[in-house]
Nanobody, 125 residues
Framework: QVQLVESGGGLVQAGGSLRLSCAAS????????MGWFRQAPGKEREFVGS????????AYADSVKGRFTISRDSAKNTVYLQMNSLKPEDTAVYYC??????????????????WGQGTQVTVSS
């Protein structure tokens, strides 16, 4: 089992940047692929990006590609989401999640096993 805690959210103007952190506890952190999702008010939770166990491969939703970057530091048991050129439509609660890489898929909510509580990101125009 992995426990996840997000941090780093806040209020930022359009065009600004934020870096979210996801701190993981558990002895099997390196065995999991990780993902970031977000959920805006009244909308379904949607895929933002993912990263493999080694951190060598990342994938992103088209809406954030070129602006967001996922990375992980295994020594610190932490996954990051660097968000640049933020837009008002990026406003949402952001969640990190872990996934068993032995199972297929990486874009659906139901493909992830453990979730953090989320951190609010608000982008003003």
């Amino acid at each position: 089992q992995v426990q996840l805690v997000e941090s780093g959210g806040g209020l930022v103007q359009a065009g600004g940047s934020l870096r979210l952190s996801c701190a993981a506890s558990g002895r099997t952190f390196s065995s999991y692929a990780m993902g970031w999702f977000r959920q805006a008010p009244g909308k379904e939770r949607e895929f933002v990006g993912s990263i493999t166990r080694s951190g060598s491969i990342t994938a992103y939703a088209d809406s954030v590609k070129g602006r967001f970057t996922i990375s992980r530091d295994s020594a610190k048991n932490t996954v990051y989401l660097q968000m640049n050129s933020l837009k008002p439509e990026d406003t949402a609660v952001y969640y990190c999640a872990s996934r068993d890489p032995s199972r297929p898929g990486y874009e659906r909510v139901d493909q992830y096993d453990y979730w953090g509580q989320g951190t609010q990101v608000t982008v003003s125009s």
